[in-house]
């Protein structure tokens, strides 16, 4: 039994049976979870696209690499890369065979003009054209490859 001057929780006085609805206060605390969880997603997305855009430069530099071993060696002639500041630039004699453009805001130490020149076997000709060491920074992080005479390279300590 109910004391006199006591309600039950959930249960309004006088009518005996509960409305149904959220209070203003639950509909508050929902809106402010929603809104902590949106937060939260939209810093890990910006993160997982500042590591993404970070290793771009790297990538773009091994899949070029490994383009110009496989054309040279598809089209039986000597290939070469050029580093133009911003992309580089596969090149068969004076025609262009393929060009990768670069990520911004990279720094490298890529010297402007012809880095390395493929065999018709698709492997480098002379990897001492290569700058050494050969790196790129960004966001004061620098990374450091090595590369094989037949273009494969990795990221080193």
């Known amino acids: 039994m109910d004391s006199p001057g006591r309600v039950r929780v959930g249960v309004t006085a006088g009518s005996g049976r509960r409305e149904a609805g959220f209070t203003l206060l639950e509909f508050l605390i ?6 902590l969880t949106l937060g939260l997603l939209a810093m890990g997305v910006s993160r997982v696209q500042s590591d993404e855009a970070d ?17 040279a060696s598809a089209r ?18 004076a025609d262009v065979v393929r060009r990768w453009p670069f990520p911004a805001d990279t720094q490298t130490t890529l010297e402007p003009g012809e880095l390395v020149t493929f065999t018709p076997s698709g492997r480098i000709e002379n990897l001492a054209d290569l700058p050494d060491p050969l790196s790129f920074t960004w966001r004061g992080e620098t990374h450091t490859l090595a590369v094989s005479l037949v273009g494969q390279s990795q990221v080193t300590p």
């Open 76 to 93: 039986g002639a000597s290939l070469t890369i050029h580093w133009l500041g911003d992309e580089l630039m596969v090149r068969e004699d």
């Open 55 to 71: 290793r771009a430069a790297i990538e773009t530099f091994q899949l070029a690499l490994l383009d110009a071993a496989g054309a």
């Open 30 to 35: 929902v809106l402010a979870v929603i809104g």
